[in-house]
């Protein structure tokens, strides 16, 4: 397995996440509209925003415990079990710190 190449796409996604989620502030920041119905149209967008920037700090904290694991020697081990995780299980979910049996 290329640890440097998983490296690479970790802290790639790790750069676009923090991106997004710094644009998402911004756009929470915002004054609302003076406009009732504006207001509530803007509302429910920043739900969303909202909901989606959580999705989106889980997802970087589960990138983060990776680089650390890499940092570690320890990426590609299970953290339950201790068995290597598949590498086409790392290629699909490069930030699991579970096996296919153990993440069930």
């Known amino acids: 397995m ?22 998402v502030e911004h756009s929470l920041d915002e004054a609302p509209p003076k406009d009732w119905e504006d207001r509530a149209s803007e509302r429910q967008g920043d739900e969303v925003l909202e ?10 904290r589960r990138i983060d415990a990776a680089l650390e694991r890499i940092e570690a020697g320890t990426y590609g081990e299970c ?8 590498e086409e299980r790392l290629d699909l979910l490069p930030d699991t710190p579970f096996c296919k049996n153990c993440a069930v």
Request: net charge negative; with cysteine.
């Open 2 to 23: 290329d640890i440097t190449a998983k490296k690479q796409s970790l802290e790639a996604r790790r750069a676009e996440l923090t991106a997004h989620l710094s644009d």
């Open 51 to 60: 909901s989606l920037g959580h999705v989106e700090m889980a997802e970087l």
């Open 79 to 86: 953290q339950k079990c201790g068995e290597d995780i598949s």
